[in-house]
């Protein structure tokens, strides 16, 4: 069965700290991948997505992510994060139906 | 309207009651999807309907909880005998189209509580 694992819960940062949040999927077919993110009390929205061509893709406020498709990981990044930043992220992979992980919650302290 | 539009957003009901929970998709969007986020856990897909047909109603946990929508728009999950476990954020999304490369659109969320 597909599955999307986040192994980072909680993550705590200062700000201007590089940030990395790891997320890997179980699926044998194309997929899309997404990241979505939830600021304190707004709605999910999207971050970012790959469907094919280049593995790195740009999102909004400065993240991006690295498709490797041999470790089936899409890990999440920003170089220097912002407290604006602290959010609940969720990684995403659609195979007919979009399967989420569980959470990583990001605190980003000034 | 601009965006997914859920309703209501909160919702506290004794146990054994029935409710309904309502989502207005983005005008023109043909997929509308329900999802259900427990408290500390991640999103759980409940189902997904296009049009008004729902091809995928896997993630329903129990026959007490049936969807329907009407108009390819206005959709309604419904709750029967409400337990306790049926606490949590009900999420609705839509996307233009129902294809795995569509992002989709969320709704704030209806939060549920079962006393």
């Known amino acids: 069965a597909q599955s999307v694992s986040q192994h980072n819960h909680h993550v705590i940062l200062s700000e201007a700290a590089s940030l990395e949040l790891g997320c890997n999927y179980s699926?044998?077919?194309?997929?899309?991948l997404f990241w979505y993110v939830q600021y304190p009390g707004q709605h999910l929205q999207l971050l970012l997505k790959?469907?094919?061509?280049?593995?790195l893709v740009k999102g909004i406020k400065g993240f991006e992510a690295e498709f490797i498709k041999s470790k089936f990981s899409f890990n999440l990044r920003k170089p220097s994060v912002q407290w604006s930043d602290t959010a609940e992220y969720f990684c995403?992979?659609?195979?007919?139906?979009?399967?989420f992980g569980t959470g990583t919650r990001l605190q980003v302290f000034p | 309207g601009a965006g997914v539009s859920q309703s209501p957003s909160n919702k506290v009901t004794e146990k054994g009651k029935d409710v309904e929970l309502r989502c207005d998709p983005i005008?023109?969007?043909?997929?509308l999807y329900w999802y259900r986020q427990r408290l500390g856990q991640g999103l759980e897909f409940l189902i997904y309907?296009?049009?008004?047909?729902?091809?995928?109603k896997s993630g329903l946990p129990s026959d007490r909880f049936s969807a329907e929508r009407t108009g390819e728009s206005v959709s309604t999950l419904t709750i029967q005998r409400t337990q306790q476990e049926d606490s949590a954020v009900y999420l609705c999304?839509?996307?233009?189209?129902?294809?795995?490369?569509?992002?989709?659109?969320f709704g704030d969320g209806t939060r549920l509580s079962i006393l």
């Open positions: 995403a992979v659609n195979a007919g139906k979009l399967i």
């Open positions: 699926y044998g077919g194309t997929v899309n």
């Open positions: 309907f296009q049009g008004n047909s729902a091809p995928d």
């Open positions: 999304a839509s996307s233009l189209y129902g294809t795995d490369n569509q992002p989709q659109h």
């Open positions: 790959y469907f094919s061509g280049d593995p």
């Open positions: 005008s023109g969007h043909t997929a």
